[in-house]
């Protein structure tokens, strides 16, 4: 298979590092503005290089496209590739607009294209994991989801809000764990540090019978990527990072219809039972990537519409 990875900043590099390690894949072409740094990783990675990536398909033959340019160029690229037919990844979030990205997930369809569009965390094992756990019903009725996704400010984010590059990750996690998409939305986004966009957020999500507390902020001296989910059996908290999972599983069951005295009931409910749930780390983007060539190669088309879903969400105003 023959790719194009698009845009040789942070992400692209690490699109390189592991496209070029994934077996039957052949990085072709490199294609970013930068004139100094792109023309070494198309040299490291065997490939040419292009300036303007309208160039790679007047030159090259290409299969499959991975773009890594800053949000504001998503829909350009994306909808350039697509147009061609061509099997494309884009990071997220898919554009910087709902009717942009309602144009992409339409125009795909048209050209029956595999397109995926980047949220890593859907590919984090702690995260399949918990998917898993909520399934079989370990947590009992789900009543609340706490995510927290704080740290410094990334200087190479340049175009977008800390909704749209950092929150939208739990947003669209928080989606995929209850299997639905919230029925209210209340938004607080705050400017602190950045006066030209906002740098603090805080989302509160009604569920049909759950709800979901979202903070993310590039204000906080200390990085902290994690979820804490309440149920009726139980509590649960996942480390994105660590990919560390511990699970207090409550005695409620166990005590409440055996119990003669409602002292000894609550003394026992008080002592849940803790697991710690191992999972096997592996770098999320490498499965993302993996799962996307796997799709092309097997002609598997995906629907990217929580992609959409999330940005519409990350869009919200303050409410």
């Not at 994306?78 to 898919?94: D, L, M, Q, R």
């Not at 740098?199 to 001296?221: G, T």
């Not at 097997?298 to 105003?317: C, G, M, Y």
Request: aromatic residues 10%; glycine residues 4%; positive net charge.
């Amino acid at each position: 298979m023959n790719i194009a990875v698009i845009g040789a900043g942070n992400m692209g590099k690490n699109h390189l590092r592991i496209l070029s390690q994934i077996s039957g894949v052949k990085i072709q072409a490199v294609a970013d503005i930068n004139t100094t740094l792109g023309p070494l990783l198309a040299k490291k990675y065997g490939s040419n290089f292009y300036k303007d990536y309208k160039e790679v398909l007047k030159n090259e033959s290409i299969d499959a496209v991975s773009i890594c340019v800053p949000t504001t160029y998503h829909f350009e690229v994306a909808s350039f590739f697509i147009s061609k037919g061509i099997h494309t990844f884009v990071e997220k979030p898919i554009t910087n607009s709902v009717s942009d990205a309602k144009k992409l997930l339409r125009l795909a369809r048209e050209k029956n294209i595999t397109f995926l569009v980047g949220h890593i965390e859907r590919f984090n094992p702690a995260v399949i994991k918990l998917k898993e756990m909520l399934e079989k019903g370990d947590l009992g009725k789900i009543t609340s989801i706490i995510t927290r996704r704080v740290g410094g400010f990334p200087p190479q984010i340049q175009d977008v809000n800390i909704a749209v590059d950092l929150a939208i990750h739990d947003i669209d996690i928080v989606n995929f764990l209850l299997g639905e998409y919230p029925t209210r939305i209340s938004v607080n986004k705050q400017k602190h540090h950045i006066q030209r966009r906002e740098d603090s957020v805080e989302f509160f999500l009604q569920y049909k019978k759950s709800s979901a507390y979202i903070q993310a902020n590039w204000i906080s001296p200390v990085k902290i990527r994690k979820l804490n989910i309440t149920g009726t059996e139980g509590y649960l908290e996942m480390d994105y990072i660590t990919q560390k999972i511990e699970f207090y599983k409550s005695n409620y069951s166990k005590f409440k219809n055996n119990s003669k005295d409602y002292s000894d009931y609550i003394l026992r409910f008080s002592e849940p039972d803790r697991i710690n749930i191992s999972v096997a780390r592996k770098e999320p983007l490498r499965e993302e990537l993996s799962y996307f060539v796997d799709a092309v190669n097997k002609n598997v088309k995906i629907d990217p519409e929580f992609a959409l879903h999330a940005l519409t969400i990350a869009l919200e105003d303050n409410k």
